[in-house]
């Protein structure tokens, strides 16, 4: 497809197109759907940039990386999420060209993902610009008017999440079509456009909406009501397996937007779970002001070549696991031996890690023993 980029956003491709593997799909319903063959090329006419563009793609289903190059220049790479979305990518300045240019989608190495992509156009204006057409401000309270931590969601007509950015004087954790806000307030730039606006907080609360249009330049306020519908007398809100960004370098959320998406979903019981780490939410839930909303426990994911387990609640100054250990029996005896373990947990068995499927059926060789693992047990 051939199009012109100038003043005014232009289309690069408007059509479905679906990527992955030829003969392999990955679910059921692409079996009738067979995918591209070889990296996505789009080659269109357009004009040099000497500021920063927006490349803006809608995608869907994607779990992998895919690296997304304009003239054989990264520009980074499709957002890790299954959800239909749509993605703006900053275009720098000098990155296009007069005459033909050539948008790149590259599949993972050694992986197989199956994707589909549908709208994807260039607007000449810089990211920033592009996103704030428009400004909405939501505003989430309990059935009581008091405001309350929650997850705030923002789809077009066609249900698609879409790009949003915080606005300046307010702590937010924003992703496409999704901010957490801990004071349950979120000021948003958004296109123009009409968007419905959701507020949630977790399994235990209803969940409310309103219909919005925001013309270019406008600001709209949205004020959402939510109530705690599910009572859990006796019963915590849990989740035993939460990662960060800054501490291990897993997934893409800071610190302290984790203490805003754990008070978001309302739980009430985090387990910090780092890498081979005996890491503590405490301080960080208290700096975002999340502190009264959870009581962090202190873990670890101890992350070994033949497994990864996660242990709590582990008191303070406690030494690591060995995370080198390759013998279960061993490495079973480390972790129950840590100062104030009373779980141990084995994390996605079916998964396959460091060529390692800790309920698959193949024998795994060690340096001391052979090993089969099976969902119905373990010999070692």
């Given at each position: 497809m051939h199009v012109c980029v100038g003043a005014e956003?232009?289309?690069?491709?408007?059509?479905?197109?679906?990527l992955g593997e030829p003969g392999a799909p990955e679910?059921?319903?692409?079996?009738?759907?067979?995918p591209r063959v070889g990296p996505l090329e789009l080659r269109f006419q357009g004009k040099s940039n000497t500021e920063e563009a927006t490349l803006l793609i809608r995608q869907s289903d994607v779990k992998l990386e895919w690296r997304v190059q304009l003239n054989g220049k990264r520009l980074g790479k499709l957002f890790l999420m299954e959800e239909d979305l749509t993605y703006a990518l900053a275009i720098p300045g000098g990155t296009l060209r007069d005459g033909e240019n050539t948008l790149s989608i590259l599949s993972p190495v050694g992986n197989a993902d199956d994707i589909v992509l549908q709208d994807i156009r260039i607007d000449p204006r810089p990211l920033n610009q592009t996103i704030r057409e428009a400004a909405l401000t939501v505003h989430v309270e309990s059935a009581e008017g008091v405001p309350i931590p929650?997850?705030?969601?923002v789809v077009d007509e066609h249900g698609t999440l879409v790009p949003l950015i915080a606005l300046l004087g307010n702590a937010l954790a924003v992703r496409p079509g999704v901010a957490y806000t801990g004071s349950g307030l979120a000021k948003l730039g958004v296109r123009a456009g009409r968007y419905t606006v959701y507020a949630s907080r977790g399994?235990?609360?209803?969940?409310?909406?309103?219909?919005?249009?925001?013309?270019?330049?406008?600001?709209?306020?949205?004020?959402?009501?939510?109530a705690r519908e599910v009572p859990t007398p006796g019963l915590v809100n849990c989740d035993t397996h939460v990662h960060t960004l800054t501490l291990s370098r897993h997934g893409d959320s800071t610190l302290d937007e984790r203490m805003?998406?754990?008070?978001?979903?309302?739980?009430?019981l985090p387990v910090a779970t780092e890498h081979n780490l005996h890491a503590d939410y405490a301080e960080a839930a208290k700096r975002t002001g999340m502190a009264k909303y959870f009581t962090p426990v202190r873990g670890n994911e101890v992350t070994t070549s033949v497994g990864h387990f996660n242990i709590f609640p582990v008191v303070p100054g406690a030494t690591v696991p060995d995370a080198k250990l390759t013998a279960w029996p061993e490495l079973?005896?480390?972790m129950r031996a840590t100062p104030g373990v009373k779980v141990v947990v084995l994390n996605h068995p079916r998964s396959l890690h460091t060529k390692f499927r800790p309920f698959g059926s193949t024998p795994v060789r060690s340096r001391r023993t052979i090993c089969w693992s099976y969902a119905t047990g373990l010999r070692c």
């Open positions: 956003p232009m289309v690069i491709n408007s059509e479905r197109i679906r679910w059921e319903w692409f079996e009738k759907d067979p929650a997850r705030v969601t399994f235990e609360y209803g969940m409310a909406s309103e219909v919005v249009e925001l013309r270019e330049g406008q600001t709209r306020d949205v004020r959402l009501r939510i805003l998406t754990i008070a978001g979903e309302g739980v009430e079973l005896r480390a």
